[in-house]
């Protein structure tokens, strides 16, 4: 795969038209059936486990959905180990963290990308307490705020089975990407994901089974992992 090394994760973006490229347009058109038309504003992309490709995915839905002209928001509630920000700019940045502690104003600290319609904003400075932070009433206030500026918001956020960060933010977002490497994560990981994730009253919108050599293969594993019964 021809990848540009100073932003190996924009896939999307690199190559347009790729069938890497397409698999995240048919999450994005899946993400829509599930909805069943309810809107969904904003999407948490969640993962059992470390390095399962939550952020390449989250990147990837987001640059799909600023090609179908939406107005879309890229956050990352990872503070523990923020990657958006480095994903896109050089420098490090303000972000989420010291918006949150009144240090930063929304408007100074999101930033535009070089793709049309996709903005960022960054986890900023790595904060003692992440899971306070984004159970604070300031979160809250800053979604409902960043809702009525942006189509769409896409979250990347911490393994769920480590931390209850995942658990916080699906709470407060129209619904999960649940993500899941092959190979590296086990079926009962990832119902305990789902189930941890469904408890605090979060909506599952699809699985994304994610093959690193094959690109992605979406929704349509989910029975295996524990949709339809199939979970032993
Ligand atoms: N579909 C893919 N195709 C190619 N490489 C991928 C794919 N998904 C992930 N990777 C690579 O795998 C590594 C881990 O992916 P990523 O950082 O997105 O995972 P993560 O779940 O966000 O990890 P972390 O737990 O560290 O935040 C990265 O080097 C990324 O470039
Ligand atoms: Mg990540």
Redesign the pocket.
Known sequence: ?SRDNSK??Q?AKANPGSS?SESYKKLRTNIRFSSMGQAVKVILVS?AV????????AINLAISYAQENKNVLLLDA?LR?P?VGQAFFRSSRTGLSDILIRQSMPQDTIQQTDIAGLFVLPAGTVPPNPSELLGSEAMRELLEELKEQFDVIVV?S??ASSFADAQIVGAMSDGVVL?A?SGKVTKEAVRRTRLGLEHVGAHILGAVL???SR??VESNYANYYGYGGDHT
Do not use: K, W
């Open positions: 795969m190996p994760r896939i890497v993962s470390t390095g399962e490709g939550r952020t390449t995915t990872d180990r990657s990347d911490p393994p993500v490497r994610n093959n690193t690109g992605i």
